[in-house]
């Protein structure tokens, strides 16, 4: 009879497959926890220690490490010297070794794990089992996820039993299986120290000494931001998926750059709040009381830019925003959620990429952001816009450096352009009110240069639009003719970083011209 080998920490699913494998003439053979779940289950299950003729010892330590367990794995079955040795030994040939390993990973994420338990949940047998089956896949079934069990059923009633591509596949995913286990103790092992009390585990200082990427495939994009490129979307192994799409074409390279932007930006809001994106900078961002109301204001703000632009919220789309949006030429809107009467609507434009991404506060975002450059890999800590999380103007390091100080209105639109600020291209100065943007002038090569394209913008909607404004600058004024530009414009009130060594000039300046700035003390470049 056929023998399948079965030891799991994840038992999803467990039972169901291991009747149906014993429904199709296969011995069970079993482990610990893993054998007692199968046997009141009622299911016949021979013991591992039947097997090796050892008890299991050690606390479960040492159990399958056994030349009567391995070398019914990895015997060839083509070989007549490997069967001959097999059958010498009295060793029963394994046909499937179903694994998957200790809680390593799960342990590990618990602050509270003690050291000790730690080291515990380093499975030994289990990745050895594993890589002996992988090794002999073209004989051996390897099965590490409760995913494949129906494949794996459907496979052995297929007529010459799996396939090689099939085999093959499978022994792939161990071999992936094990390298993350593996990853996943060295990650955690480095943030341990061993001092003369023992050890202990300690957040690790600044960037880690070394890093490897976990990223599995999701979809194959058309090509990447040209169409000679090749590209390919990937996710974090374990991670719950970001992105789905319900409608439209396929989602670029570009696309999927414009909708990080977007989420980036109405992320910082608690209240509705929306934002079109081109070349992943907003054309305009707004908030209101509705999603709807949100959207046509940060439309409004540049909707000439906003033509085939990239549209952000953070609230779900309801039917009126929904026909906000199709009343115009978008390229892909991303949201946390979509209201049925909302989907048919959307759906009259069936070039429209229409995404479901999940909202993550700043927060709570991955603390890395890795970029790659010719010949290497640049790794920073997420920029995250703390100083605005409180209301202005009572959040900490603030520090109005004119003599006037803003008025509440004032404050109120400063905090709101400097969470806008920090997500455009540097060098940037932008205009706003207190819930929406005026006119952004993104990625100049001077500031006195983002205040000129900035006006051109507003110049085009009207002459005006900036008066009574505030301006924000995502890193200081190295000289007074960008306050200077700032304040012919129409803006009242400036934030900025501050730090330029002629900070003392470009204040004399605001006082001038009877402005209101505010020092942040942080610098937000975006490159």
Known sequence: MPRALLSVSDKSGLVEFARALAGRGFDLVSTGGTARALQQAGLTVIGISDVTGFPEMMDGRVKTLHPLVHGGILARRDRADDLASASAHNITLIDMVVVNLYPFVEAASNPATAFDALIEEIDIGGPSLLRAAAKNFADVLVVVSAGDYAAVLEQLDRAGGPSREF???LARKAFAHTGRYDMAIAATLDTVTAGREGFSRRTPAGLPGSLT??????RDLRYGENPHQQAAYYEGF????????LQGKELSYTNLLDLDAAARIVGEFSEPAAVVIKHTNPSGAATGSSAADAYLRAREADALAAFG???????????????????????AVAAPSIDEDARPILAVKANLRVVIRSTVPPEQAPDLEIRSTLGGVLIQSRDIVREAHATWPDAAALKVVTKRQPTPEEWQALRFAWRICAHVKSNTVMFAAADRTLAIGAGQMSRVDAVRVARMKAEAVGDRMLTGSVAASDAFFPFRDGLDAVAAAGATAVVQPGGSVRDAEVIAAADEHGLAMVFTGLRHFRH
């Not at 374990?238 to 799409?245: D, I, K, M």
């Open 167 to 169: 085999r093959f596949d």
């Open 213 to 218: 990427l976990d990223l599995r495939k999701v």
């Open 238 to 245: 374990g991670t719950e998926p970001r992105l789905e799409v």
């Open 309 to 331: 632009g990239i549209v952000g919220l953070n609230r779900s789309i309801d039917a009126e925003t929904a026909r906000a949006i199709v009343s115009t030429f978008i390229e």
